[in-house]
Structures are given as structure tokens and as C-alpha cells.
């Protein structure tokens, strides 16, 4: 799995491959769909398998005020295109220009003459080009010209209906990690750097790593049943607290998890952490020995629910 890029050279083993293009924030039911559409079709002609996917996400352009709102990070979405079986991940570098980009024009320097690509799968409501006049019926018939067929994926579905992002972060906006992991097919997790932090959880007996959750869509403020991954690979399974943390002055954004009988420096280094379940709100207590005993209880039925789910 290698990391393409549209501002900078296609190798040549990878020009000629079979592209599935969408911004697949998350990489839900539905984007695996079109991937693995991408995926069959490239082994059956022996062509590399390529995922496009847009970053910055076209909302962060047009809305460059809105709230938080990524399921995933580069660097993720990665990781799982690779373990889906693709060949290589092109980051579409969207800005002013791309977005201003006719949608012929669009096909032809983008995907006919940068990628070089044979084919190109995207969900059926997969718009792109300027005022989002492209479609896929625009990207077959354009992309005819240049020898480069489409092929589209209808919505993945369930009983609620089509299975979206908006759904998952709605979800989690909720608290409701069930349906989130349902729809993502994995439970929603937050990539960053450990960070030095006031040492509040330390002094208490619940040393926690600090995490700034960055770009991420902000989870119900609250208190999570949590499984952490380390660089070197192992799991810890823990409690974490999202959100400002009342008890403390002043309020400060934070995701942070507390790994059960762990005690290793993880400072500076890169781990990951999955919301399993929600435990409760957020809340201020009436006293630091209020506060350590309701933690002490959520550290017990962490432990429960994550045992129960092993």
C-alpha cells in the first residue's frame, strides 16, 4: 500500500489502474461497497487498485467555520483502504482550484491524464466539478474519450434506511456507539499524539493520555468504555472522558483515556482509542473525593462491558 499524490507524479507500475473515488470519511458499509467494487474489478484485469479520496473534505473549504466534523484522518482512511486490499491511496488535494475545475475538465487532467486510470467506480450520487456538475453519467461520457469506463455502486442499506456518514455522526453525537461501530463496521476511533497535561488524573490514581482530538467530530460529551491500540500494537482496555472537563479551571478540550494496571510513559507518541460504549454525561461533583469515587465506579463497569464484549 503506498500514498499517491495529485500534485506530485503517478509511478508508472500504478497509472492504468481501476480507481474508486469518493471522499470516504469514515469508510462506512457503504464506502466499502464501492471499493470493493473498485478492487474485484482491478484483479479480474490485473490492474492496480487505486482509492481517491479528498483531503481537506470539500466542507472544510466552503464552511471553513464548521464545527469539527471528520470520522477519519489521512493517515486512517489509509490503514483501512490497505486492509481492504487496495494497491495505493491518491490524496485529492481539494482547493480553490479544483473546486472552480469544470467537471470535463475535471476527468481529463485529473483522472485521464494524471492517474492515467481504466476505470473509475463512485456511489451513485457522487458529484464533482465546478457547482458540482459532474456525475457519474458526465464521468463515463467524458471519460469515453480518454478510454476510461465507470461503473457505479447503489447505496448499502439497512433498516433505518441508507447507511451515511451523517448517520454515523449523528449517532455519535448521541452517545449511541452501538450504531456507530454497526455502520462503520468497526467502533469509531481517535488517532493522535499524547500530550503532557496538568497531571489532574495522575494526582488522583487515574493517570490518564491526553489527547487533542483536532479535526475529529466531537462524540457526546461524556465518559467512554475505551480500547486503546500503541504503536507497538498491543490493546489496553480503559475508561476515557470527553469533553471539557467542569471540574477543572479553566475548561479545556480533551479526549482522555485512563488504561487499566498500565503505567508506561506513552508522552509524545501516536496511539489510537476506540469508543466501545457510553457510560454517562459529563458532569461536575461536588468534591475531588465525589469525583474519584464515581471514577473508580466507571473504571468497574468499563472493565464489565469490555470484558463481557471480549
Known sequence: MIRLD???????????????LGNFDGFHQGHQAVVGEAIRWARAENRPAIVATFDPHPVRLFQPKAEPFRLTTLDQREDLFGAAGAD??????????????????????ELAGHLGAAGVVTGEDFTFGRGRSGNPQ???????GFGLSGRTVGPVCDADGEISSSRIREALKAGDCATAARLLTRPFAIRGIVQHGDKFGRQMGF???NLDMGAYLRPHYGVYAVIGRLPDGRVLPGAANVGIRPQIQPPKELLEPHFFDFSEDLYDQEIEVAFHHFLRPEGKFDSLDALMEQIAADCVKARELLANAG
Open 6 to 20: 495529485n500534485l506530485h507524479p503517478i509511478p508508472e507500475s500504478m497509472r492504468g489502474g481501476i480507481v474508486a
Open 88 to 109: 495505493a491511496m491518491l490524496v485529492l488535494h481539494f482547493d480553490r482550484a479544483m473546486a472552480t475545475m469544470g467537471a470535463a475538465e475535471w476527468v481529463e487532467k
Open 138 to 144: 458526465v464521468l463515463r461520457e467524458v471519460g469515453a
Open 207 to 209: 493517570p490518564t493520555a
